[in-house]
């Protein structure tokens, strides 16, 4: 898995904007947190889209990244993800791709 790291002076690293949905009925809070982020329990914060959807997005650089969602304090899987992985807690964390 690659993590993001600290660019070399004076090298800039690319980024892209990564479009992040989910549809979570009836939830007050949502956040995506994962390695891109060391884990950090606050997570980014998603926008509620007022139709059940919550809405963000991440500026990456290419790579792989394990992540997992927070719906009002707990953690929960992305549907919508096309790749998952086995973590240590006997659940899986989703992977975003970044080209």
Not at 7 to 28: L, N, Y
Not at 66 to 80: C, E, F, K, T
């Amino acid at each position: 898995m690659k993590h993001l790291q600290s660019p070399k002076p004076g090298r800039k690293v690319s980024t892209r904007a990564i479009p992040i949905e989910v549809r979570v009925p009836g939830a007050q809070k949502v956040a995506i947190t994962g390695d891109f982020l060391k884990w950090a329990p606050q997570g980014v914060p998603l926008s509620y889209d007022g139709r059940e959807v919550w809405r963000t997005a991440l500026d990456l650089p290419p790579g792989e990244y394990q992540y997992r969602i927070l719906v009002d304090g707990a953690w929960s899987d992305h549907p919508q993800a096309q790749k998952r992985v086995p973590n240590p807690f006997g659940s899986e964390n989703c992977v975003l791709v970044v080209g």
